[in-house]
């Protein structure tokens, strides 16, 4: 039977993103498990500025999901339960990658990026579009996304894609296409939450790594058609 969407709700076509509400079980003790994880498991990663440059505020922190899988059931559990409801909810993509994201006290906004950066051309093939995931462990967990402002060409489009701040409770699931410009919201509280890589079962579309092991990112804050800032 098809469900009727309601005329408002986001479309992963048109919007880049749909939000899947109390998708996942998120308890107090699951949460709290996230929340007590030790800051030295954590790395720095780029927020208002690069990671490595002096104007980053280093209060957004990330840790692989893979580093505190092996030693937590609490982690398995969650990681075993979030893979078997995904497989519901886009079951062509597999998990490629996770991590627990931290965002101190006073955190600042991230600057606007894609998850993943353009295919390498191969003829006409248009590869499947990779997806990103976030799942909130707390409420009022907040993203900042511009709706519509999906794929590689959006220089001198024509448009101007304002910035639209998503509002999650834990235990919800939002599902956007890794072409889909986004940021981490600003933050006054401390927040934990669970993001992840998905990308499809047939191989078509991988993320691009750093000669280190990091992920590469497709900064998009200087693109004409994005607006990010409250001076633009």
């Not at 949460?31 to 030790?38: A, H, K, V």
């Not at 690069?50 to 505020?57: C, I, Q």
């Not at 497989?87 to 894609?114: D, F, I, K, M, T």
């Amino acid at each position: 039977l098809l469900i009727p969407r309601e005329p408002d709700a986001p479309s992963m076509d048109r919007d880049g993103f749909v939000v899947h509400r109390q998708a996942v079980a998120v308890d107090s003790f699951t949460r709290d498990y996230f929340e007590s994880l030790p800051l030295d498991l954590f790395h720095v990663i780029f927020n208002n500025a690069p990671a490595n440059s002096e104007e980053n505020d280093g209060k957004r922190l990330q840790v692989d999901f893979a580093t505190i899988e092996g030693s937590s059931v609490t982690a398995q559990r969650f990681m075993i339960e979030l893979k078997r409801r995904l497989r519901e909810l886009v079951p062509n993509y597999r998990v490629g990658g996770a991590a627990v994201l931290r965002s101190e006290e006073g955190c600042l906004g991230q600057l606007p990026h894609l998850d993943y950066p353009p295919p390498p051309a191969e003829g006409n093939a248009r590869p499947t579009v990779p997806l990103g995931c976030l799942v909130a462990l707390m409420d009022g967990t907040t993203i900042d996304v511009w709706s519509g402002a999906i794929g590689y060409e959006l220089n001198g489009c024509g448009r101007r894609f304002e910035r639209q701040t998503l509002v999650l409770n834990a235990g919800d699931v939002l599902l956007f296409r890794g072409d889909l410009v986004h940021a981490g919201a600003s933050s006054a509280v401390l927040n934990v939450r669970v993001h992840c890589y998905l990308e499809p079962l047939d191989g078509s579309f991988q993320r691009q790594l750093e000669a280190d092991g990091t992920e590469v990112t497709y900064f998009m804050h200087e693109c004409d058609a994005i607006v990010w800032r409250e001076d633009v």
